[in-house]
């Protein structure tokens, strides 16, 4: 997907988060080891708003804008 802001492609990837710890983004590729994926490529939120739940949502980055941008669907 391309950014809407300024054009660029975004990389796919995760908002993800479990309540005991920070709301994070991580990039989607099979292609990291393991200790990448659990902690390197972590990219914290902080102005994130914590809860109790459980949560993954899956969403594209743009790292010139530092923008996310995420389907939604709602009730």
Sequence with gaps: MNCPYCGVEMTNGMLMGDGRGKVYWQESSDARSLP??????KKYLKNAKYSLLNFKIDCDYCSICKKIVMNV???
């Design 73 to 75: 669907e709602l009730p």
């Design 36 to 41: 990448d994926r659990m902690t390197l490529s």
